[in-house]
């Protein structure tokens, strides 16, 4: 027996990039969750190259090349110095833990089989419209079996998709028209106008230490719809946007192009849909968004080679409260076009790769879905009036201290003190509680002889009340010397 409350509705968890492992032949080519990458990049070099991606048709549901998604990475994983993720195991056990539901494969199932809880791993490195509309095919088929078996037949849709996954999403429900099947969106630092991360990576490549993926990286369809589609790029005091400049290094002009065509073609059908009463009072989408951390807002293009930095683009140069973001996600590319000026976006500071696991954002969650499943718009928030701001490397040597660095935002740094618990994710290893030093404006702490691994930390103050900041989390990965 169980006393948890059923959920008339279908979920659907969608990870951002990289949160799909993807295999071939029954193979990982993919799968680095819970592990250091340089424990796995040792034996999977190779395995690695072989996820370059050649011709890419958004209207194919397959390119035959053998590769497919088979599941979500449950666990942390860190690709150092691009993307971080905390896993999505605590997303999904909202879900199975509080509420009355059948899970099911939404790719596997039969089609007579009748659930409503779906995880959707997809090849992350394709074009987004093409796993929209794959996950449109898919939903189409489990909600009309969820209605009919279940006696439901009012049931709908709600996604929650994290990064990327948003993107993905916002097709489906906005391009593809599965809004009118759909209750609610939630996303977790959806880059809605791009990262400055995705030029970056384009424009300089990808190598850190041992692993080098610039490639692998540049050939990849989803990268580019990772773009800025705002004028953040500066060329001698002018600010463009990147579809619109010739000869960056290493950037495709056309697939910059198309990248912004898939932005504009979901700002159009969301301006048509903003017309309609029925999607006014039936549908919402809830925007969750990191704050408070440092992260890259603006590139230069100097003497041909270019230098992202965290100075505000001219477009932004008044605007000091949107200076931050969740680390990965610059503050004005979290929140959809057509929601700028609304007053109930939620904000919390905490890093990129946390937001879909915060406690708060997920018990915030959790009571809308209990309370009001039918009125979803209850979810809300406000810009947090404390906070902390941490910063840290991705990979640290063996030999050389780990070295953290902090800032409260809002709150006097005399009233309280930090720590940080120190947890292995990849081995045994006892939790480590370190405590911050007060150094002029900052906190600091330096950690030494940690073994190699990946780890995840928890900065919060020592003190907690109700006007406490949350905690933030952060993962990072101390690398064998020598590898």
Request: aromatic fraction near 8%; proline fraction near 4%.
């Amino acid at each position: 027996m169980t006393n948890k409350p059923p959920l008339k509705d279908l979920v659907v968890i969608l990870p951002g990039i990289l949160g799909s492992v993807l295999q071939k032949d029954g193979k990982d080519l993919w799968a680095v969750s819970g592990q250091a990458v340089w424990q796995v990049f040792t034996n999977s070099e190779q395995t690695f190259q072989n996820l370059k991606l050649g011709q890419d048709d958004p209207e194919a549901e397959s390119l035959g090349d053998g590769i497919r998604a088979t599941a979500l990475m449950q666990d942390s994983h860190l690709i150092p110095g691009f993307w971080k993720i905390d896993g999505y195991t605590k997303t999904a056990r909202l879900i199975t833990d509080n509420f009355d539901v059948t899970p099911g494969d939404i790719y596997n199932d039969p089609d007579d089989k009748a659930a409503n809880f779906y995880q959707f791993p997809y090849d992350w490195r394709r074009d987004n419209r093409a796993n929209a509309r794959i996950l449109k095919k898919l939903i189409d088929k489990r909600l009309k079996c969820w209605r009919e078996q279940s006696g439901a037949s009012d049931a709908k849709v709600i996604l929650m998709a994290h990064s990327m996954g948003g993107l993905v999403s916002r097709y489906y429900l906005e391009v593809l028209e599965g809004w009118q099947d759909s209750r609610a969106l939630f996303t977790f630092g959806t880059p809605y106008r791009g990262s400055l991360k995705a030029i970056d990576f384009l424009a300089n490549g990808y190598k850190q230490m041992f692993l080098d993926l610039t490639e692998v990286m540049r050939s990849l369809t989803s990268i580019y719809q990772l773009l800025p589609i705002y004028q953040a790029i500066n060329i001698n005091g002018e600010y463009h946007r990147i579809a619109e400049i010739d000869n960056l290094p290493n950037v495709n002009k056309l697939k910059a192009q198309d990248a912004l065509a898939f932005h504009r073609e979901i700002e159009a059908a969301v301006e048509q849909h903003l017309k309609d009463e029925r999607y006014l009072n039936s549908f919402v989408t809830v925007p969750i968004s990191g704050v408070q951390q440092p992260t890259l807002q603006s590139a230069a293009l100097i003497d041909g080679k270019l230098i992202a930095s965290e100075d505000l683009p001219e477009v932004l140069r008044n605007r000091s409260d949107l200076g931050d973001g969740d680390g990965t996600v610059p503050k004005v590319s979290a929140i959809p076009i057509e929601r700028s000026e609304n007053l109930d976006n939620f904000f919390i500071a905490e890093q990129h790769g946390g937001l879909q696991n915060q406690a708060q954002v997920l018990e915030n969650i959790l009571n809308t879905l209990r309370f009001s499943q039918f009125n979803l718009g209850a979810v809300r928030g406000s810009e947090p009036q404390t906070g902390i701001s941490l910063s840290l490397d991705d990979l640290y040597l063996a030999d050389e201290a780990i070295t953290l660095r902090a800032k409260l935002i809002g709150l006097p740094d005399s009233t309280t003190k930090l720590k940080a618990n120190i947890q292995a994710v990849s081995h045994e290893q006892s939790t480590l509680t370190l405590d911050f030093v007060e150094q002029e404006k900052e906190w600091m702490l330096a950690i030494a002889d940690l073994q190699p691994g990946l780890y995840r930390v928890t900065v919060q103050t020592e003190n907690t009340t109700e006007q406490s900041p949350t905690p933030v989390h952060d993962l990072f990965e101390v690398v064998r010397t020598g590898v």
